[in-house]
């Protein structure tokens, strides 16, 4: 699968809910991990793959890799600071304040219902692909200096690369 660029679309638009669930979209999880483990990243969120819907799949490295459909953050606490990057974004990191413990509730791709805690990375990496969910990039929760500067460096990037070979 090719990795959608910031800001191309759909990646600033609130994804649409999944209704359909089964062997298929445990299929599209196999093939969005692959992607991302192709791609050395954390989270892979539908949204990045040029698919429109509230689907993510993710893997901290401490645990199995995990694959939400339709994730919600009920509860968040704490917060850390930590450099964030993205493969929509690749090369450009920036720190980013997030909740240290989340309570997540999703379905799995067969439809069964997940509910769960998750702490330190794993909080971290869902929060960053649940942004995705909602049209939003790790750059929109920096303060508005480091956005621009962020952002300037990205657009020069992404011209040179652009220019030399084909990122995704």
């Not at 901290?60 to 850390?80: F, Q, T, W």
């Amino acid at each position: 699968m090719n990795i959608v660029l910031y800001p191309d679309d759909p990646l600033q638009h609130v994804a649409a809910p999944v209704e359909r669930f089964g062997p298929q979209l445990e299929k599209l999880a196999a093939t969005m991990l692959e992607t991302m483990y192709e791609h050395e990243g954390v989270g892979l969120a539908a949204p990045q793959v040029g698919i429109a819907k509230r689907f993510l799949v993710c893997h901290d490295l401490e645990s199995d890799p995990v694959c939400l459909v339709n994730p919600e953050i009920l509860e968040m606490d704490g917060a850390e600071v930590a450099d964030e990057g993205c493969l929509s974004i690749p090369r450009i990191y920036a720190p980013v304040q997030r909740a240290e413990r989340i309570h997540v509730r999703a379905k799995d791709p067969l439809g069964n219902n997940l509910d769960f805690e998750a702490r330190g990375f794993l909080a971290r990496i869902i929060q960053h692909e649940t942004d995705h969910l909602d049209g939003r990039v790790f750059l929109d929760r920096v303060d508005i200096l480091t956005r621009q500067s962020k952002l300037a460096e990205w657009e020069a990037l992404r011209l040179s690369l652009e220019s030399a070979a084909p990122l995704g």
